[in-house]
Nanobody, 128 residues
Framework: QLQASGGGLVQAGASLRLSCAASGRPFGNSAVSWFRQAPEKEREFVGAIRWPGGNTYYVESVKGRFTISRDNARNTVYLQMNSLKPEDTAVYYC???????????????????????WGQGTLVTVSS
């Protein structure tokens, strides 16, 4: 079970930190990704944090603005979002997978079918 939280309404340029907490099964051996779905659009991959190693991989549109981190002791993964733009408005979902990819293959985390668990989503609205 994954629980995403931290969404809200902010102005453009603001920051938000989303959390994804796991219950029932530790995150410790799973890669965790964030996806988002804007109104009337397809769900899109945002970024992933690999296990082991904690390496991260992001879609181009959020590079330099978003950062994923994990706290295995708290069984929580975070998505720090800075310099938010109106086009970041979406429902954000976290997902976990035990599938491992090499550093050179982290693009594979973009494939949604590999994930075994999904959170319920948290809404982020960025006003202009």
């Amino acid at each position: 079970q994954l629980q995403a939280s931290g969404g809200g309404l902010v102005q453009a340029g603001a920051s938000l930190r989303l959390s994804c907490a796991a219950s029932g099964r530790p995150f410790g051996n799973s890669a965790v990704s964030w996806f988002r779905q804007a109104p009337e659009k397809e769900r899109e991959f945002v970024g992933a944090i690999r296990w082991p190693g904690g390496n991260t991989y992001y879609v181009e549109s959020v590079k330099g603005r978003f950062t994923i981190s994990r706290d295995n002791a708290r069984n929580t993964v975070y998505l720090q979002m800075n310099s938010l733009k109106p086009e970041d408005t979406a429902v954000y979902y976290c997902a976990s997978t035990s599938t491992r990819f090499a550093l050179s293959g982290m693009w594979a985390y973009e494939r949604s079918h590999i994930y075994e668990a999904w959170g319920q989503g948290t809404l982020v609205t960025v006003s202009s």
